[in-house]
């Protein structure tokens, strides 16, 4: 029988608000801390009831639905992206944010039906931002519609990444690289702490593109169908198609755009958990 995209939608939907109130309910709490690979790979009770709480609120309706999420990839089941449908998940996209009380961390969830992306919500409840998108059906923010700035001159764009959760050597010299790089060439860089919403960012036209190396599925699946909803490009750091599962992405309002920042960034190719 054919998936109901627009039942599997809403049920998620009242599921992520949930989920929200208590993440909105706990951001200016102190919170327990665990450190997974480093001192600033964090990890909550917060991260481990969202997580819970969307995995079981979807597995009741949805029996035979799979997983690819943060904290269940953590403890160390391997990450596979297999044809069946599969709902991937950060419960709390910018951790280091929620630790801090800084007010911008996320809910990111996508559901892919053999390796296509269906459904994204990125959702920050603490402003109350509730980015959405179905395939074919355009982006939102809080219901309304959003498009991509078109910006395709390099020399006019802001930019969003991250400093990520390693500090391995060569990864913090590329990383320096190409923020050098950026700051003498366009208008800025900006770096909201999540991924997710940096590439909400740049599907909202706030910013014009994104890129960042080590990220993890989770973090970039919803933004992906997010950004290519609202008009922009999501591709490969190196120019060719986006992999999810690379831990590599670059998106960006225009493709012209992308194209002068896939000629601009050095590149690093990161291991599969580092």
């Keep these: 029988?054919?998936?109901?995209?627009?039942?599997?939608?809403?049920?998620?939907?009242?599921?992520?608000?949930?989920?929200?109130?208590?993440?909105?309910?706990?951001?200016?709490?102190?919170?327990?801390?665990?450190?997974?690979?480093?001192?600033?790979?964090?990890?909550?009770e917060t991260?481990?009831?969202?997580?819970?709480?969307?995995?079981?609120?979807?597995?009741?309706?949805?029996?035979?639905?799979?997983?690819?999420?943060?904290?269940?990839?953590?403890?160390?089941?391997?990450?596979?992206?297999?044809?069946?449908?599969?709902?991937?998940?950060?419960?709390?996209?910018?951790?280091?944010?929620?630790?801090?009380?800084?007010?911008?961390?996320c809910i990111s969830i996508a559901l892919l039906v053999e390796k296509v992306a269906e459904i994204?919500?990125?959702?920050?409840?603490?402003?109350?931002?509730?980015?959405?998108?179905?395939?074919?059906?355009?982006?939102?923010?809080?219901?309304?519609?959003?498009?991509?700035?078109?910006?395709?001159?390099?020399?006019?764009?802001?930019?969003?990444?991250?400093?990520?959760?390693?500090?391995?050597?060569?990864?913090?010299r590329v990383v320096l690289e190409n923020i050098g790089k950026l700051v003498r060439q366009i208008h800025g860089l900006r770096s909201l702490g999540s991924a997710a919403l940096n590439m909400a960012m740049v599907a909202l036209g706030g910013a014009d593109f994104n890129y960042e190396f080590g990220i993890h599925a989770w973090d970039i699946a919803a933004g992906d169908l997010l950004v290519r909803e609202a008009g922009g490009v999501c591709l490969d750091p190196a120019g060719g198609p986006l992999d999810l599962m690379s831990r590599r992405v670059l998106c960006a309002s225009s493709q012209a755009l992308a194209d002068k920042v896939v000629e601009t960034l050095t590149q690093y190719y990161p291991e599969p958990r580092d």
């Excluded at 998936?3 to 608000?17: A, K, M, R, T, W």
């Excluded at 980015?131 to 390099?154: C, D, H, Q, W, Y």
Aim: proline share 4%.
């Design 1 to 44: 029988m054919a998936l109901n995209l627009d039942e599997c939608y809403e049920h998620v939907l009242g599921l992520v608000e949930t989920a929200g109130s208590l993440i909105a309910s706990r951001n200016s709490q102190r919170k327990r801390v665990v450190e997974k690979s480093s001192n600033i790979d964090l990890l909550t």
């Design 120 to 172: 994204a919500i990125i959702y920050n409840p603490i402003v109350g931002q509730k980015f959405t998108a179905r395939r074919g059906k355009g982006a939102f923010l809080n219901g309304n519609p959003i498009r991509v700035s078109g910006e395709t001159v390099f020399e006019r764009a802001l930019a969003t990444t991250e400093f990520g959760t390693s500090r391995e050597e060569e990864k913090t």
């Design 47 to 105: 991260d481990q009831q969202v997580e819970r709480m969307l995995m079981d609120g979807i597995t009741a309706k949805y029996p035979d639905h799979k997983f690819i999420g943060e904290e269940e990839t953590s403890e160390g089941k391997k990450a596979e992206l297999t044809d069946a449908p599969t709902w991937i998940i950060d419960p709390v996209d910018g951790t280091m944010n929620f630790v801090h009380s800084f007010p911008h961390s």
